[in-house]
């Protein structure tokens, strides 16, 4: 099947090989922000395999990801779906030109009860 | 010089479509040495096999070359037509013009100009041959098997039934295997100990059968038809043949806390022990590493009970040398170790299990006799959660598990699950799947009955996490149908470990030098038309040590492997296979590098004596080959410094004839 310019990139700057995925589902299983979540981490392998990119690219399901990455820890097979999630976020921070926040930002957002992982996240995802 | 006749084979339209038959014959009709060449639509029917013989008798042919298919197509039929004519059957070489030529290219003009040079190269070849004699070596008459579970015991009992003596070598206390572990068996829910246990007293009762339990092979030689294998019968400390199973030593065994195997640990046995009722042989065992008296000497009640005196503390193990024709091969698989697997809490709560141990638990002699209750508490579970696929199919680069489909476990979950509704209706059972792979005689009807009659919940979706919690397993999955995440109560989990070859399966490969995959299965001789036989002669596979099985697919293989010794044992000799190593004993410098190289071991070193130019003799090592162990892989003419081995059939100087040929 061809596949568009937009999926390749996902695919490339992620590294995960989404046709890898035997459907099993361990990675919603897994997923500990699960129903904040519109599209699920399984959705995303599947949509981003079949090239159905746009409603991720505007869902906010791509903010919602802890980066724990427990689906990537679990995954039978070795598909890393928090790498796509990372890749479509990378591509859709990329899209709108800028950045929306710096690094300096942070730490007046932060409060005591955030998980320190939250935090390490946030900076994975917004200081690009 | 030969007189060579060439034979060009239009394969119908398979061979004739890419390569034009006339311009191969006519081509190689200028050859050295060729006195006829033609072509014909099939070589092989009857006509074309006719048309060979007459060509041999009317041109007096020393040699044939056949354009046709692959070798491992034809070529014995070819020589058997050759015999036919009167020929020796080694003077027949094929030229490969279909796999190689016809079926690779497209093109008319590249696949005839390729066809042409193999056809050249052919009688190149046949020019040089030489007739062969194939070697006989004789059979001892009785079969070897290793593994005494359902694969051993059919194939023995089948084995037997022709009229061969069989030994069994198990190396657990009794015979019987996982499958007496087993409480029923799917798809039509009989009890596996019925089934079971009387196979095993079948084996106990024939004559021709002989079981060494509690011991194992430690050394194979030799080849088909003529193999020494040594068995270590371990120390039972109890004479075998005096003991008479009364299991009073059982009873008074003060040393009562060692896990029971057998039920997987669940609850305990005694120093001394009888795995289970039905036992075969039903005769008692001492673990030396939990018995008293065999550690520091303070106890010997077992003794002092026993009424027929069988008990001996001072047993050494044995060693046993025997001679057999054919060896089988059947050492089962076990489940694999859930250590890795941390999502599931298997270390972490004792009520998540593996499907073995749930076997166990449901079965009339296990640790709760028969009735299912929490192993923490003894409780009833209300809510259990069964989990599919627990470390098969993954990825080949995962850390755990492995990545073939395990293809028992889809049924016995069905089973489980099936069984514990139907028994305890108040409980609530979930099966969590990837996929339900129920292919097989009923197997399917089976389970759509768990899902539509018993009301087992099946859901499409797997466990991601289980947190024990109280009394209680937090199970967290998906439900990928219902598009949501699942939190279940649950009171029991049970894994369907995947399953793996038993551990002594690769040291046994090594002895046996048969080969195996990289999941330590053993690998048949062709996947489809020689399932049961193992590449090297003589070697036969039975049960699960050759992929994962059910029991009706182990008993089928099992009796398949039976047919193949005993088709085998029915020979009074072997014919071998005359294109076999032999060594230029004068231009050997017996430097060993063709044994170190030799995969069978078919290489030895003798001294002997040799004359010298001034009348003066000198003893020197060289190279022999055993012709009836070497099975002409040519590993040893490549090897050898000197050039002095050579391949009968392939010598070298054959082989450079077809390069040359090919390169003129």
């Known amino acids: 099947m061809h596949k568009t310019y937009l999926q390749e990139e996902i695919i490339r700057m992620s590294g995960v090989n989404p046709s890898k995925c035997m459907r099993c589902g361990k990675c919603s299983a897994s997923c500990p922000a699960y129903d904040e979540m519109e599209y699920h981490p399984h959705q995303f392998v599947n949509m981003v395999e079949s090239g159905d990119i746009e409603p991720l690219l505007k869902s906010e399901s791509l903010y919602k990801c802890l980066s724990c990455f427990a689906c990537i820890e679990r995954c039978p097979r070795g598909v890393e779906p928090a790498k796509l999630v990372e890749a479509v976020r990378l591509t859709a921070i990329r899209k709108q030109g800028a950045n929306h926040m710096t690094a300096n930002d942070v730490p007046a957002l932060l409060d005591d009860e955030m998980p320190q992982q939250a935090i390490v996240s946030a900076f994975r995802k917004y200081s690009k | 010089m030969q007189r060579v006749g060439v034979f060009v084979c239009w394969c119908g339209s398979n061979i004739a479509g890419t390569v034009d038959v006339q311009a191969v014959s006519e081509a190689l009709k200028n050859e050295p040495g060729v006195v006829f060449s033609t072509n014909y639509q099939y070589m092989c029917s009857q006509a074309g096999q006719n048309m060979i013989i007459d060509a041999v008798k009317e041109h007096n042919l020393t040699g044939i070359v056949v354009c046709s298919c692959s070798p491992r197509m034809h070529e014995a039929t070819f020589r058997k037509t050759a015999a036919a004519a009167g020929l020796n059957p080694y003077m027949v070489e094929i030229a490969n013009i279909r796999e190689q030529c016809s079926w690779v290219h497209k093109d008319m003009m590249t696949g005839t100009e390729k066809a042409i040079i193999l056809g050249k190269a ?29 694969a051993g015991i059919q194939t023995a009992l089948d084995i037997a039934d022709a009229g061969f003596e069989v030994d069994i070598v198990e190396k657990k206390p009794t015979i019987g295997g996982k499958m007496a572990q087993l409480d029923k068996t799917f798809p039509t829910l009989d009890c596996a100990a019925c089934i079971l246990t009387p196979k095993m007293v079948d084996v106990a009762q024939n004559e021709k059968i002989r079981i060494f339990s509690y011991s194992e092979v430690t050394d194979v030689k030799g080849f088909v038809g003529n193999f020494d294998v040594t068995i ?88 046993i040398e025997e001679k057999y ?229 182990t008993v089928s293989q099992a009796g398949a492997a039976a047919s193949k010794v005993i088709g085998l044992l029915a020979k009074d000799k072997l014919t071998g296979n005359p294109c076999v190593a032999s060594s230029n004993e004068l231009m050997c410098n017996g430097c060993s590098s063709c044994e170190r190289v030799c995969p069978y071991g078919a290489i030895t070193y003798v001294d002997k004596e040799f004359r010298m130019p001034d009348r003066t003799t000198k003893v020197r090592r060289v190279a022999s080959v055993n012709p009836a162990v070497c099975q002409g892989c040519g590993c040893c003419t490549v090897a050898c410094p000197s050039g002095a081995m050579d391949l009968r059939g392939f010598a070298n100087n054959q082989i450079m004839a077809e390069v040359d040929a090919i390169c003129k």
């Open chain 2, 232 to 319: 270590k019968k371990n120390a039972r400390f109890v004479k075998e043949d005096i003991c008479t199973g009364c299991g009073a030593c059982v009873e008074k065994c003060p040393m009562k806390k060692v896990p029971n195997e057998f039920n997987l640990g669940m609850d305990n046995r005694s120093a001394i022990y009888i795995p289970f009722a039905q036992a075969v042989p039903k005769v008692a065992t001492i673990d030396p590493n939990a018995c008293n008296m065999l550690k520091n000497g303070k106890c010997g009640l077992c003794a002092k009970v026993c009424a027929a005196g069988a008990i001996d503390y001072t047993q050494k193990d044995e060693y």
């Open chain 2, 325 to 553: 024709g054919a060896i089988v091969v059947a050492t089962g698989f076990n489940p694999i170790s859930m250590e890795k697997f941390d999502e599931f809490a298997y270390n972490q709560s004792k009520d998540v299990i593996t499907s073995l141990e749930f076997e166990r638990l449901t079965n009339a002699a296990g640790p709760t006799a028969g009735k299912l209750l929490r192993p923490s508490d003894h409780e009833h579970p209300h809510t259990i959660v069964f989990v599919q696929c627990v470390g098969s199919r993954c990825d080949s680069c995962a850390e755990k598990g492995k990545e073939y489909c395990s293809k028992i476990c889809c049924m016995y979950t069905a089973k489980h699950a099936m069984l514990t509704r139907d028994k305890y209706p108040d409980t609530e059972v979930y099966v969590f799947y990837i996929d339900v792979r129920t292919p097989g005689k009923n197997f399917d009807e089976f389970y759509r009955r768990a899902v539509e009659e018993y009301g087992v919940k099946y859901v499409k979706g797997m466990v991601g996490k289980v947190t024990p919690e109280g009394k209680k397993l937090k199970v967290q999955a998906s439900d990928l149908i219902a598009n949501k995440q699942l939190h279940i109560d649950a009171d029991l989990v049970v894994l369907a470990a995947a399953i793996e070859p038993d551990q002594t399966a690769r040291p046994l490969a090594t002895m046996l030098t048969a080969s195996m995959d990289t999941n330590d299965f053993f690998t048949e001789a062709h996947p489809k038309l020689r399932p049961v036989e193992s590449p090297t002669a003589g070697v036969f596979l039975s049960g699960a040590c050759q992929g994962p099985k059910d029991i009706p697919e």
């Open chain 2, 122 to 150: 052919a009688v190149a070849k046949v020019n040089l041959n030489t007739p062969l004699t194939p070697g006989e070596s004789p059979v001892t008459k009785r079969a070897l098997v290793i593994g005494g579970g359902i």
